[in-house]
Structure formats: C-alpha cells, structure tokens
C-alpha cells in the first residue's frame, strides 16, 4: 500500500526554521513528481515547492526565498527546508506525488497529484 507520512511540523517564533520531510513508504519515489502543499484555516490548499526526477524545482511567489525543496538519493525521502518562517506560513503542510515527470509547458505546482500525506502542523507565532 502506497502512503506518504510527513513530520517535522512544530510551532515555532517568527523568524524561525523547520524541516519537514516526507517519507514514502511501500513505494519508492522514483520518477515521481513530488509536491508540498498547505492549507490554513478558512483558505484554499495552496501549492508551496514542487521537485520532479531531474531535481528541476518551483516555487509559490510567497516562499520564493525562504523554503527549499529536497529529494535524497535513495529517492524514498522529501524535504522542506522552511526559512525566515512568518506567521501567514501557519498552516497544515502534506506532500502529495504527482505520475507526471515533467512536462515542458507547465511547472510541477501545476500537474495532478493524486497521493497525499496526512498533513504536519505548522504554526508560526508572531
């Protein structure tokens, strides 16, 4: 069975950092796209950063910057690096894979994703 599992979530100053990470588990990420997404109370979920096979990345305009976005070589392991964290970063974060492995004309915050994480909190106190 195909699941996500993410941690590292935790509350946190502004100004502060996390790393959450993403692990998969009875499949490898392979040529998976793999995403983060979050979701603050009353709003949309939103896509944060994005990395497809080749290591190519994007980005949300709101945490170009700050977050990075990480695969490890063994490809069963995705990272969020989260800098300079503010208070509208406050949200549940889930990873989610997308079957597309790259696409010319559209970023991987725009493919379908169709496996999701059960989410981490994340909340930055001003």
């Given at each position: 069975?195909?699941?996500?599992?993410?941690?590292?979530?935790?509350?946190?100053?502004?100004?502060?950092?996390?790393?959450?990470?993403?692990?998969?588990?009875?499949?490898?990420?392979?040529?998976?796209?793999?995403?983060?997404f979050r979701q603050a109370p009353g709003k949309e979920r939103e896509g944060v950063a994005c990395i497809n096979r080749r290591r190519d990345t994007a980005y949300a305009d709101s945490v170009k910057g700050r977050f990075t976005v990480s695969r490890d070589n063994a490809r069963t392991t995705v990272y969020l690096q989260m800098d300079n964290l503010i208070p509208?970063?406050?949200?549940?974060?889930?990873?989610?894979?997308?079957?597309?492995?790259?696409?010319?004309?559209?970023?991987?915050?725009?493919?379908?994703?169709?496996?999701?994480?059960?989410?981490t909190q994340v909340t930055v106190s001003s």
């Open positions: 069975q195909k699941q996500l599992v993410e941690s590292g979530g935790d509350l946190v100053h502004n100004g502060g950092s996390l790393r959450l990470s993403c692990a998969s588990s009875g499949f490898d990420f392979g040529d998976n796209t793999v995403a983060w509208e970063d406050t949200a549940v974060y889930y990873c989610s894979t997308s079957p597309i492995m790259w696409e010319a004309t559209r970023d991987c915050l725009e493919y379908e994703y169709d496996t999701w994480g059960q989410g």
